[in-house]
Antibody, heavy 122, light 108 residues
C-alpha cells in the first residue's frame, strides 16, 4: 500500500523558514516523480512544485519561485520542501503527492498524503 | 498558464439522480485531464485521468468525457457517499499544473 506521510508543518512568523518532509513507503520511490500541492483552509487546490525521479527536472508555481526549493533523497525515500521568506498567503495544508511515473511532465496525482498544516502569522 | 474553470460552483442533487459536472480549459489540454474527489476533512483522491480512465477502486458510476477544452464528470446514480468537492486538473502543460476551483456536490 502506498503511504505518504508529511511532517514539519507548524506556526511560523512571516519572513521565516520552514522545511517540510514526506516519508514514502509501499512503492519504489525512485521510479516516480513527486510533487507538493497546497490548499489554503476552505479553498481550492494549488500545485506548488514537482521533481522527476532523479531531480533532473524541477518546476515551481510562479508565486513560490526563488523562495521554495523542492528536493528528494531516493536513498531515504523522502521528499522535501524548503520554504523561505514565508508569507501569510503561504498558509495552507501542504500535500505530498505522487506522479504516475518517472517523468515530472504529463503528471496527474495518483496518491496523496494526509497533509501538514503550515500557518504563517505574527 | 492554463486556467481551468468549473461549473457550477455548487450542485444539489437527489439520491439516485444523474449528475454532470463541467470543466473548461482556457486552451486545449488534449486529453490530459484528471478529476479528483475531496470528501470533508480528507485529502483529495484521484477519480479519473486521461479524461475517462478510472483510477483503481473507483466505482463504475463515475465516468468522464470531453476533449480539447471542454470536459465533463458524470455520476450516473448519485449515492450519499458521493457528497464531496470535485476538482479537475490539466496536466498537458507544466509548470504549472492547474486545477479548477472545484464544484461542491450536495445531497438534496
Amino acid at each position: 500500500e502506498v503511504q505518504l506521510v508529511e511532517s514539519g508543518g507548524g506556526l511560523v512568523q512571516p519572513g521565516r523558514s520552514l522545511r517540510l518532509s514526506c516519508a514514502a513507503s509501499g512503492f519504489t520511490f525512485d521510479e516516480y516523480a513527486m510533487h507538493w500541492v497546497r490548499q489554503a483552509p476552505g479553498k481550492g487546490l494549488e500545485w506548488v512544485a514537482g521533481v522527476n525521479w532523479n531531480s533532473g527536472s524541477i518546476g515551481y508555481v510562479d508565486s513560490v519561485k526563488g523562495r521554495f526549493t523542492i528536493s528528494r533523497d531516493n536513498a531515504k525515500s523522502s521528499l522535501y520542501l524548503q520554504m523561505n521568506s514565508l508569507r501569510p498567503d503561504d498558509t495552507a495544508f501542504y500535500y505530498c503527492v505522487r506522479g504516475p511515473g518517472y517523468s515530472s511532465g504529463l503528471n496527474y496525482f495518483d496518491s496523496w498524503g494526509l497533509g501538514t498544516l503550515v500557518t504563517v502569522s505574527s | 498558464e492554463i486556467v481551468m474553470t468549473q461549473s457550477p460552483a455548487t450542485l444539489s442533487v437527489s439520491p439516485g439522480e444523474r449528475v454532470t459536472l463541467s470543466c473548461r480549459a482556457s486552451q486545449s489540454v488534449s486529453g490530459h485531464l484528471a478529476w479528483y474527489q475531496q470528501k470533508p476533512g480528507q485529502a483529495p483522491r484521484l477519480l479519473l485521468y486521461g479524461t475517462s480512465a478510472r483510477a483503481t477502486g473507483v466505482p463504475a458510476r463515475f465516468s468522464g468525457g470531453g476533449s480539447g477544452t471542454e470536459f465533463t464528470l458524470t455520476i450516473t446514480s448519485l449515492q450519499s457517499e458521493d457528497v464531496a468537492v470535485y476538482y479537475c486538473q490539466q496536466y498537458n502543460n507544466w509548470p504549472p499544473y492547474t486545477f479548477g476551483q472545484g464544484t461542491k456536490l450536495e445531497i438534496k
